[in-house]
């Protein structure tokens, strides 16, 4: 995997928050180095995905675009980084003002968006992109990272594990538990409702979805590094089991225990995972309850 391209091109974070750091490298051999990870899931993934300062005036300023802009945008990232919101001069002139204006809103609010863009070569696509913010210790919203995905994607019907989603679903949406399966590009290729229905969204709403845009979004932030770690203990061939807590859409915190097994090819090479989650948010609940 080359993680140089372009790197060098590439300003560094200067917010003073250092341990988010894409650019830096592992700590040392076989050593877990959850920043080098990050960029590394960020490098391979199919959607674009940005990475912004914020300011202490509210403005953020973009220093990282992974390598899925030059295939979507068609302009390449030296360009990016040269004028870095050179990425709006793609979307169409009736949807620009728009766009730009929830851009600058996104430091201070969610960015939910969906819009078209127009490549060097003409060709139009349509965006759904969703920015997620980061916080500091005091509170503060200090960097943002946006993920942009659109109908460049193959539709989850077409994906690599669609192909049996009919025969899984009829065995497994009955099911208690949780049940997903990821590609090797950490995206969700089955979901089964249990799954969904613990984050209080459909089965359809999180295939197709990087697992960091739903670490992000649904998984308790005292947890997400946990995630991280899992993630590539999995990729290095390890069978994990874990805690984890996540946060449906309406805010409820459901305690949960992953079993996630790697698919692997019979080269070696990691082809995703199958993971059960196990909801046992009841038993917690009345753990803590004996407790008072």
């Not at 894409?22 to 990050?38: S, T």
């Not at 199919?46 to 914020?54: A, P």
């Not at 995703?272 to 046992?280: E, F, K, Y």
């Amino acid at each position: 995997m080359d993680l140089t391209t372009d790197a060098s091109s590439a300003p560094r974070a200067g917010s003073g928050h250092a341990s988010l750091d894409l650019f830096a490298p592992p700590q040392g051999a076989g050593e877990f180095d959850q920043r080098y990870f990050i960029r590394q899931l960020a490098e391979d993934a199919g959607e674009v995905i940005f990475v912004s300062d914020v300011g202490c005036d509210g403005a953020s300023t973009s220093w990282y675009v992974n390598r899925a802009y030059e295939k979507i945008w068609g302009r390449t990232r030296k360009s990016f980084y040269e004028h870095p919101d050179s990425w709006l001069d793609a979307v169409i002139p009736e949807e620009h003002e728009r766009v730009a204006a929830a851009w600058q809103r996104s430091t201070v609010e969610p960015l939910d968006e969906q819009f078209h863009i127009r490549t060097p070569a003409g060709m139009t696509h349509v965006v759904h992109m969703r920015v997620f913010s980061i916080k500091g210790r005091a509170g503060e919203i200090y960097r943002t990272v946006a993920m942009a995905e659109g109908d460049w994607n193959p539709d989850p019907v077409d994906m690599k594990w669609a192909a049996n989603e009919r025969r899984w679903s009829q065995m497994v949406d009955a099911a208690q538990e949780g049940i997903c399966v990821i590609d090797e590009q950490w995206r969700y290729a089955f979901v089964n409702a249990a799954m969904a229905k613990l984050v209080g969204c459909t089965s359809r709403e999180i295939i197709g979805r990087h697992m960091l845009s739903f670490v992000a979004e649904f998984v308790d932030k005292e947890d997400q590094a946990v995630v991280l770690e899992q993630m590539y203990r999995r990729e290095h061939g390890l069978v994990v089991e874990y805690d984890l807590r996540l946060r449906s859409r309406d805010g409820s915190l459901v305690w949960t225990i992953v079993n996630s097994t790697p698919l692997v090819e019979p080269g070696g090479r990691f082809s995703g995972a199958l993971s059960t989650i196990t909801n046992v948010t009841r038993r917690m609940l009345a753990e803590q309850a004996l407790e008072l």
